[in-house]
């Protein structure tokens, strides 16, 4: 008797999160801290270079998004296509630049790729949409530096936002993904009901939301928001 079918849905969202691993390894490769430098577990200093630099790539950088977290201006910088990111704080000609790595996985930034939340500790989200849906990457200023979290995040649904969800000292990643374990093949799956996913910066999943018939019914949507007292155990 053969084996039981795997449901495709399942099978591109596995391909899927084998991608967003092997890019989490590359880029802890990548933003591995330099010798002296003190790194929490949760995470790894970004590549930073001079403020001074102003190239994205074979081009001069562009001002895609700018936002002001805890008195310092955060712009995200890129080339003419969105196609190479860089982060800066402290504006133009000062503070610090450091490389955005989602773009290594073929995300196109855009005008409206960055978020951040004003907490003890300031906290970005550097987004842009791929392959139907939404990859997004956090990272976290540490006295005079950006460092990457664990691990780049995909929403299937098209949504992913930063909120503090549970009330303590620092922000949540809210994913939107359809739920689609008992669907067959990707059409049925794009059609599925929709759940939150909240994970903590760490990486670590804080539980889901009750699944909804459409993306729009969740709360302010597409920026969603999730409260504590809606997290349940994740299916």
Known sequence: ???????????VTGALAALVTVVALGTALVLRPEPG???????????????????CGDEP??????TG????????LADGDGGMGRLRAGGPGSGTIAETAITTMGVRLNHDSLRCVETATPVCLVRGPHDGGMVGEVLVWRGDS?????RPYFSDAGSITLSNVTGDATPEVIVVRHECSRTDTVEECQQAP???????????QAGC???????????????????????????
């Open 37 to 55: 430098l003190s790194a929490g577990a949760e995470d790894a200093p970004a590549t930073a270079t001079s403020a001074s630099h102003t190239g």
């Open 1 to 11: 008797m053969g084996s039981p079918s795997v449901p495709r849905p399942v099978l």
């Open 146 to 150: 950006w460092r990457a979290t664990a």
């Open 194 to 204: 929709v759940l939150a996913e909240v994970f903590d910066l760490r990486g670590g």
């Open 209 to 235: 939301t009750l699944t909804y018939g459409s993306p729009g019914a969740l709360r302010n949507w597409p920026e969603v928001e999730v409260d504590d007292s809606e997290l349940t155990t994740c299916p």
């Open 61 to 66: 950088c562009r001002v895609l998004a700018q």
């Open 69 to 76: 977290v805890n008195g310092m201006t955060v712009e995200l």
